[in-house]
């Protein structure tokens, strides 16, 4: 990678023998949206407001389930990096996820049009077994579990009103449990069939006819009465395994009428995808490639598209009902839009017409979404959505990457129709510019530097690489060329020195491996393991498992009944010296700090501010603490029940985490044993000195400890986003930089509890191919030090930070001599080369020079690089060593099988 005006040789190691395989996407959800109230207390003006974007669940092959948020600002209606992952719900070992839906937890406490959030969502998942999963959004664990009394359970829907779930089960029912005020029950079952039931979708709520004496009744009870009562399910539709669609009356769970497809040579026709529009027209994809519309008066077909090759596996309803997508075995992605037709018997008439097609998977489609979603509502009722806003429809299926493309119809050409994602100006789904989401994870792969080893984990197993040196050029050109002829030369290498299968009950979740090489820690959500590594002679290396290291964990986290007992991690993070080990707990969120040194691992401190309650008020400012620079911040550990311990104190009992200092007192913090706050801390970063220990939350609360001291140093004000990655500068140990999954970025000096001047003048003099990177930043380094002394500078070489994504390296100087236009811009940048104190200390001028203009922006030397993708981990070796590991998407579509392809001319 080279500068403009100076260049940067790098040894890069492109690692591709990596094996890490994503797991292929059998499952895409958005949250759906609370019911309109027919009681006219609360009005709708979706239209007047901005647009606001829900939750992303993606469920995985390997049981794993993504959460990804928005990461547009709340009113801003675009955003390059789109939603991101920001927790992964580890599935237990082994299973998958076939069906996800979402529901409401209690949609009276929502206006219709609140966009509900992750604390006001419940989420349920299956798997091809009888059982079906709610999961803990919160903790990022399974809450509960049902059977469904039927066998397998083939499709999962969730009515409108966010009180019943569907299920289609393999013995030929329809069971529906009751989800209603956060319970999971089940209420009723529907008359068997002789097939199973591949797909379910409810049909249009319709308003609750009272009598007048209910009415009087209504009219006397008090007004916070449920408005769940409001709306009520008439009936839904099943496909099923016979080539027929059955339309169901809830009330009495009967068949109403029976709707067959077509066949071939008497083969039975699969219906895999049903859907219902508010209108009552009915929608199928089966296994023929045909989509079938009928009408749910008279089920009889009303229209009938050979649209796919091969069966059609998923279908997904613009949120005005106006469009369909569905997808299948055949990779394409297929619109059919309500098209205005002129017609004798009136003025205007519509119908359904296959309007579009695009090819942007390279293998089966497996689940599409869309966003906002859809709810099929009366046409008195019918929803209004803000018209200059896009709507984004997400697909996935084995290629392992969600992919989202704008899908706004031809005829919104009233008014400008913004593209969310930013990829192009054009939003109709036939002409905008889709984007893939990466399919690799942050974490999956870690680097020791010190040992040279890459180390990758699997759903259940961990394997380990060692990097070979490359010899000393000076060296081999000092020796004799008598036996040149003899010697081959240097092919550059790795080999692999670890394969080893773990038992877990859950998806691996962390792992880490020390610098030197000689620590691995792994965990699933209920256990963490610890392995000492021994490298022989030949350089082979030896396990050695440490015993009893979950029961060290298991004595220092204090028996809860808001958690189950778990040694799982969130996040593992050795000392520079792998002196110690850090540890966020997965369930229970404590910081531990465990020291490595002596005959067995001891525990040194547990730390609980992240356990905090009343941390933050709306989301930005820190509530309840002293003044950052009061010397008492540093005894703030005992606030919240910190405590030292020894080995000599396991057997006795934590204290009480009731105990207060005076401090607490004063703050008027409940109990943090009963009010403990819900949190994932899954950042963590050491100093190269050992000293500093920063950790960070998904509520985006950092918080920073001393490690020579073991104590609590101070906490940072929290931002708008949850940190992507945190990273300690090796030149200037109490320099911390904060990147996150937008492409901003924060300097922090933890050491003067202050942002200073030139880290808020770097973040604001990064280029917008940076900021506006379509994949978020996954982590950073600063240049490292050329010496081994810390504080060591190569002369005359200006400092850098590289950030890496998964298809971008980018290279930033730690320079202030930026540039701007004109003969302004030189006296400016004069200026600044004249400041004293050097690069690391110099503030910049404002981020638009002094009359905001932007010709004046500061811009300082940069280089992107797009030529390594997909990146699963970037870090540097030495100071001119960098190794990239990549995971091709060619290499990782080799171990599928074959995508299916039709000729279409030459056949006979």
Avoid at 5 to 11: N, P
Avoid at 477 to 492: I, N, T, V
């Amino acid at each position: 990678m080279d500068r403009k005006r100076e260049t940067t040789t790098l040894a890069v190691h492109r690692c591709r023998f990596v094996d890490y395989a994503p797991s292929s996407i059998t499952a895409l959800a958005y949250p759906p949206l609370p019911l309109p109230s027919l009681k006219g207390k609360k009005k709708t003006t979706a239209g007047k407001q901005p647009l606001k974007f829900g939750l992303l669940a993606v469920g995985h092959a390997n049981g794993n389930i993504d959460i990804c948020e928005w990461m547009g600002a709340d009113r801003e209606s675009q955003c390059s990096q789109a939603w991101v992952v920001r927790k992964t719900l580890p599935g237990p070992y082994p299973s998958k996820v076939d069906s996800l839906a979402f529901v409401i937890r209690h949609p009276d406490d929502l206006g219709p049009d609140d966009v509900p959030t992750q604390a006001d969502l419940r989420l349920f998942s299956s798997g091809g077994g009888s059982e079906l999963i709610e999961w803990d959004l919160e903790r990022g664990c399974i809450r509960r579990t049902i059977t469904s009394q039927g066998g397998s359970i083939w499709s999962v829907a969730a009515n409108p009103s966010s009180s019943s779930l569907a299920l289609g089960c393999e013995d030929g029912t329809v069971r529906i449990l009751s989800v209603a005020h956060d319970t999971l029950t089940h209420s009723r079952h529907f008359d068997r069939v002789k097939c199973r039931m591949l797909s379910i979708a409810w049909g249009p709520p319709v308003p609750r006819v009272r009598s007048q004496t209910q009415k009087d009744t209504a009219t006397d009870s008090s007004d916070d009465e449920d408005e769940e009562d409001d709306w009520t399910d008439s009936w839904l539709v099943t496909g099923g395994s016979d080539s027929s669609l059955r339309k169901w009356d809830v009330a009495t769970g009967r068949v109403i009428e029976r709707m067959g497809v077509d066949k071939v040579r008497n083969e039975r026709t699969l219906v895999w995808t049903v859907g219902v529009l508010g209108d009552g027209t009915i929608i199928s994809g089966d296994s023929l490639g045909n989509v079938k519309f009928w009408d749910s008066r008279t089920c009889t077909q009303l229209y009938t598209f050979t649209a796919h090759g091969a069966d059609v596996l998923c279908m997904a309803i613009s949120p005005e009902g106006r469009a369909v997508y569905t997808a299948g075995v055949d990779q394409k992605v297929v619109q059919f839009s309500l098209v205005k037709t002129s017609s004798e018997k009136g003025p205007s008439s519509s119908q359904w017409t296959q309007t579009s097609s695009r090819r942007m998977h390279s293998h089966d489609i497996r689940a599409l979404a869309i966003w906002p979603p859809y709810t099929p509502l009366p046409g008195a009722h019918k929803r209004q959505f803000p018209i200059d806003v896009a709507p984004v429809l997400a697909s996935g299926g084995l290629d392992m990457s969600v992919v989202l493309t704008p899908a706004a119809l031809p005829t919104s050409t009233v008014v400008k129709v913004t593209n969310p994602l930013n990829t192009s100006m054009e939003a109709t789904f036939e002409d905008a510019y889709h984007r893939k989401l990466a399919y690799v994870v942050p974490g999956i792969v870690r680097v020791a530097r010190g040992a040279r080893l890459v180390s990758c984990a699997r759903e259940a197993g961990l394997s380990v690489w060692r990097i070979q040196k490359k010899p000393d050029e000076t060296a081999a050109l000092s020796r004799e060329l008598q036996d040149a002829e003899e010697q081959e030369p240097f092919a550059g290498g790795w080999e692999k020195v670890l394969e080893m299968d773990l038992n877990v009950h859950s998806n691996i979740t962390q792992h880490e491996i020390s610098d030197d090489g000689k620590w691995l820690a792994v965990s699933d959500l209920y256990e963490s393991k610890l392995f000492s590594l021994r490298t022989d002679e030949r350089g082979q290396v030896d396990l050695k498992r440490i015993k009893h290291f979950s029961a060290i964990i298991q004595a220092h986290i204090p028996a809860s009944s808001t958690h189950v007992a778990s040694t799982g991690a969130a996040a593992f993070q050795f000392t520079p010296d792998s002196s110690k080990l850090v540890m966020s707990t997965a369930l229970s969120s404590y910081i531990l700090v465990i020291d490595l040194t002596g005959d067995k691992p001891r525990v040194l401190r547990r730390f609980d501010q992240h356990r905090m309650q009343d941390s933050i008020v709306h989301d930005r400012v820190i509530k309840g603490r002293a003044h950052p620079l009061e010397p008492k911040i540093n005894g703030h550990a005992a606030v919240n029940g910190d405590t030292d311990v020894d080995m000599a104190d396991v057997e006795a009992e934590s204290p009480p985490p009731s105990e207060k200092s005076d401090e607490d007192s004063d703050s008027d913090e409940e109990d943090v044993g009963s009010t403990a706050a819900v949190v994932s801390v899954d950042r963590i970063a050491v100093s190269t000195d050992g000293q500093w220990l920063a950790t960070s939350d998904n509520r985006a609360r950092t918080h920073i400890f001393n490690l020579d001291l073991i104590s609590h140093h101070c906490v940072l004000p929290s931002f708008p986003r949850a940190t992507q990655t945190l990273v300690f500068d090796p030149m200037h140990p109490s320099v911390l930089l904060l990147a996150f999954p937008d492409n901003t970025i924060q300097i922090y000096d933890v050491e003067t509890r202050q942002f200073p001047a030139w880290g808020k003048e770097l973040g604001a003099s990064l280029p917008k191919r940076f900021t506006y990177a379509h994949d978020p930043v996954l982590g950073a380094s600063f240049d490292p030090p050329a010496g081994a002394a810390l504080g060591g500078r190569s002369a005359g070489r200006t400092r850098y930070i590289l950030f890496w994504g998964a298809t971008w390296l980018f290279k930033v100087s730690l320079d202030t001599s930026v540039r701007t236009g004109g003969r302004a811009g030189k006296r400016r940048r004069e200026a600044v080369l004249a400041t004293p104190g050097g690069p690391m200390a110099t503030p910049g001028a404002g981020a638009h020079g002094p009359h905001g203009l932007e010709e004046d922006r500061q811009w300082r030397d940069y280089k992107m690089v797009t030529q390594y993708r997909p990146i699963a981990c970037c870090a540097f070796l030495s100071k001119d060593e960098l190794v990239v590991v990549e995971r091709p998407l060619v290499d990782v579509l080799l171990t599928l099988p074959p995508a299916y392809f039709k000729h279409k001319y030459g056949t006979s």
